[in-house]
């Protein structure tokens, strides 16, 4: 029986929530075999560093028709043990250690069949101090040291599964790690399953993303991780679904995040990712820079990072001047170096409004967040539910009695919020809001941030030919329940 082979591999870093756009494909000459199949386990972990590797699962692929090829797609399982983390309020990058929106994986990988070998004698095979079963064949069994056999008998001691442990020499014997019994050496019975293991790929990484049908099998690898290549900074791009082209708007004094991946050896001379901030005018000169760093060494080769953004942040510790109207960001080595990213403007909203600012946050398809400002009106609903019941009034009543009672109620807090006009740009952008699965209402007083459950059914797609000018109505729900006195 020949070994298990990788004919091709995932990318070095994908979207988890890809499930068949990038894969592990095995192959094996004997995949025609009876009973035949590909089997492999699953490893991953968020530190290189520790190591904390962990086993997730194994699993076997039965042979493509015509190929022979075993298809393995690891990212279902990886979903399962993903996450993200709720950074809206740091002061300083975080990251470079172990995180659930970035894991990295591997498999080991080999077959599985039925040999079908029926034994001609019982051996007992002396190793050290005990003596173990062994079994001789009147042909060739075609076993290997480490096999994981199942033994088929009615002998209730030597049943189940054993290990190959020496093939003493011969293509016809072998031992196992089932320890000899004398009352049980008398059966009769066959091999009828073996399982081997023959490789191990290479480590590849996850990250907490999604990725569309159109884009399904494209290579991200290059355009998303930052200090792998030199002086290719429109190719390097953060974790925001917002466009490039157009200037992201903020308030004053609000929290905000952006990330991105980097890979350690490219920010190793010296060892620190520099974030440099430009603050500009409304003249667009330059009146102010502010650059900070984030030391990667000692951390995971490929690792995220989250990077305050915020005028809230930039205020306190950037030293942003009072006239700034928008600032930009890149990632280089040093100071005015930006070899490494694409360059990032916010521009600060001095308008004014009649009404509370709403400040929404969701998860994005690279699985970490997004922001966004909801400035017109908005307005809040009580949705209420009552279970009653109905009794007599005592003899004699007094004018407080009650003759119907709420045995229960349940009430729900909607809010509908509205946009500014906005770009055609924009509001696709924001359909990433609609359709995401964790959206966050902040509190900007305290910087919390309260899970919400989107309730539009629909979004549609506005454009500026059709539509003219624009903006998007949004509703939802709290994800918890308003506690009431009878609840």
């Not at 791009?237 to 903020?250: A, E, Q, Y």
């Not at 966004?372 to 539910?385: G, W």
Request: net charge negative.
């Amino acid at each position: 029986m020949t070994n298990t082979t990788i004919a091709s591999t995932p990318y070095y870093l994908t979207p988890i929530n890809d499930l068949y756009g990038s894969v592990f494909t095995l192959t094996n000459a004997s995949s025609g075999s009876t009973n035949f199949k590909y089997l492999t386990k699953l490893y991953y972990g968020t530190n290189e560093v520790t190591p904390d590797v962990q086993f997730l699962v194994k699993e076997t692929q039965i042979p493509r028709p015509n190929t022979g090829y075993g298809i393995y797609s690891p990212y279902k399982s990886l979903l399962a043990v993903s996450g993200y983390d709720l950074n809206q309020g740091i002061t300083s990058s975080v990251g470079g250690l172990g995180s659930a929106d970035l894991l990295y994986y591997y498999i080991n990988y080999g077959l599985q069949w039925n040999p079908e070998l029926v034994w001609t004698t019982l051996l007992s095979v002396t190793s050290g101090t005990y003596s173990y079963f062994g079994f001789s064949f009147s042909s060739a069994h075609g076993l290997a040291v480490g096999d994981v056999i199942t033994i088929n008998t009615s002998n209730s001691y030597l049943a189940g599964t054993a290990a190959v442990t020496n093939t003493l020499f011969t293509t016809t014997r072998f031992s196992t790690d089932k320890i000899f019994v004398t009352a049980s050496s008398t059966s009769i019975g066959s091999i009828t399953n073996v399982e081997r293991w023959n490789g191990t790929s290479s480590t590849y990484w996850g990250y907490n993303g999604t990725r569309q049908y159109a884009l399904s099998g494209t290579d991200t690898s290059n355009s998303l991780i930052m200090g792998t290549a030199i002086n290719v900074a429109s190719s390097k791009g953060f974790l925001t679904d917002h466009p490039v082209t157009t200037r992201k708007s903020i308030l004053m004094d609000q929290n905000e995040t952006i990330s991105h991946f980097a890979y350690r050896a490219g920010f190793s001379s010296p060892s620190a990712i520099y974030y440099t901030f430009n603050y500009y005018n409304s003249s667009n000169q330059v009146i102010g820079t502010y650059s900070t760093t984030s030391v990667v060494t000692g951390t995971n080769t490929l690792q995220k990072r989250d990077v305050p953004v915020g005028t809230k942040y930039l205020t306190t510790y950037g030293s942003m001047p009072a006239s700034t109207s928008y600032y930009t960001l890149f990632v280089g080595r040093s100071i005015f170096n930006p070899t490494y990213s694409e360059v990032r403007t916010w521009t600060i909203d001095t308008d004014c409004s009649i009404y509370d600012n709403v400040r929404v946050m969701w998860l994005n398809s690279y699985g970490v967040f997004d922001y966004f400002n909801f400035r017109l009106d908005n307005k809040k609903t009580y949705n209420v539910s009552r279970t009653e019941y109905k009794q007599e009034l005592p003899v004699p009543f007094v004018m407080s009695s009650r003759e119907r009672t709420i045995l229960s109620q349940k009430v729900e807090e909607q809010h509908t919020i509205n946009t500014n006009f906005v770009s055609e740009d924009i509001y696709s952008y924001l359909g990433q809001l609609v359709i995401s699965p964790e959206v966050y209402i902040i509190n900007e007083t305290t910087g919390d941030a309260y899970p919400v459950i989107i309730t539009d059914s629909s979004y549609e797609y506005k454009t500026a030919n059709r539509d003219k000018l624009f903006n998007m109505t949004l509703s939802y729900v709290y994800s918890y329940g308003i506690e009431t006195q009878n609840q």
